[in-house]
Nanobody
Framework: QVRLVESGGGLVQPGGSLRLSCAASGSIRSINAMGWYRQAPGKQRELVAI???????NYADSVKSRFTISRDNAKNTVYLQMNSLKFEDTAVYYC???????????????WGQGTQVTVSS
């Protein structure tokens, strides 16, 4: 069984910073990609940032130059450093991992439970 546990959300003023963490645990064989998605009220879930096993990264245009995704392979953990936060960054942020396990060799999507980020003055 695989678990993704997120932490680091909270309330921050516009222009502030937060750092999200997501640790994957369980019978993991390999991780193809880890990333962050977000869903604001009344909107669809959208990709924020993703990093692959080849160390490539991809960002939503709305967060480029403000957010940075990084990964600690030894800890199966992905981070999202969010700077210069704006009101429109308010959302539930979900960790995602595409990985294989010791019993499932086909990569599968796993999701965390979500962490709330609220940008408010």
């Amino acid at each position: 069984q695989v678990r993704l546990v997120e932490s680091g959300g909270g309330l921050v003023q516009p222009g502030g910073s937060l750092r999200l963490s997501c640790a994957a645990s369980g019978s993991i064989r390999s991780i193809n990609a880890m990333g962050w998605y977000r869903q604001a009220p009344g909107k669809q879930r959208e990709l924020v940032a993703i990093t692959t096993s080849g160390d490539s990264t991809n960002y939503a245009d709305s967060v480029k130059s403000r957010f940075t995704i990084s990964r600690d392979n030894a800890k199966n953990t992905v981070y999202l450093q969010m700077n210069s936060l704006k009101f429109e960054d308010t959302a539930v942020y979900y960790c995602n991992a595409v990985l294989t396990t010791v019993s499932q060799f086909i990569p599968f999507n796993y999701w965390g439970q979500g962490t709330q980020v609220t940008v408010s003055s």
